[in-house]
């Protein structure tokens, strides 16, 4: 049987919006998610947001090698150094906001480095890093996309609100400031330029991989809600 090709009327969208569209779902259930109202109200449990800041710790530093890894298969030096100081920068958020973080929550740094790394932390970054090294570039792009891409729309969104606890209104902050919004806009740019040159069937492995890791996305939001450990 001849492979079926979408409809020409599909190739008007740039990339980024069928990029989106194919996870437009999964964001609306990201909005709905009890830990981003427990944020935005107040409510949300410090240990709830501790077992978050603990795991995307963890998260962020393999976060940072599938970017290198993105960085190394970029199609122009500019490409290459934009991704590879994004890379940089996961580690110094890591680094800095974290300790932050965990140091208000009556912790430290080192505590949260020796703590587990759980279930859905573990399979989120083994699914990036495979994409990542064992797909094209496009692939791998549209992988690490919606970390950028969700987290921006968040904070765009909870930013007016804010929240009563200072905690929450400075990750808020962090998320929905105008420096991250910018640098958001750069990838999407980035995403767009590569998509144009992408047959439909490379754009539709790239949203496949976009819509796993959205998913990806709330399952990790709802991993500290729930409080996920190890079964075994």
Do not use: N
């Not at 530093?61 to 122009?76: M, S």
Request: hydrophobic share 50%.
């Amino acid at each position: 049987m001849a492979a079926q090709h979408p409809a020409p009327a599909d190739r008007r969208r740039s990339f980024t919006e069928q990029l989106w569209a194919a996870a437009e779902p999964v964001y609306a259930a990201v909005l709905d998610h009890p830990f981003l109202a427990g944020l935005t109200d107040g409510t949300l449990p410090h240990a709830a947001f501790r077992h978050f800041v603990v795991q995307d710790s963890h998260y962020l530093r393999d976060y940072a090698r599938a970017l290198a890894v993105c960085a190394a298969k970029a199609p122009t030096e500019e490409d290459v150094r934009a991704l590879a100081e994004d890379a940089v920068g996961a580690v110094a958020a890591e680094q800095s906001m974290h300790a932050d973080f965990m140091a208000a929550l009556g912790s430290d740094a080192a505590r949260a480095a020796a703590e587990p790394v759980l279930p859905t932390t573990r399979a989120y970054t083994s699914y990036l890093l495979a994409t990542a090294y064992g797909g094209s570039f496009a692939e791998a792009l549209a992988a690490v996309l919606p970390c950028y891409w969700i987290y921006a729309r968040v904070g765009e969104r909870l930013l007016a609100a804010s929240s009563p606890d200072p905690l929450y209104a400075r990750w808020i902050a962090v998320y929905g400031d105008e420096a991250f919004q910018g640098v958001v806009r750069r990838v999407l740019a980035l995403a767009d330029r590569v998509g144009e040159g992408l047959s439909d069937a490379e754009r539709e492995r790239a949203a496949a991989h976009f819509t796993t890791t959205a998913r990806y996305e709330w399952m990790f939001w709802d991993a500290a809600w729930r409080g996920e450990s190890w079964p075994v």
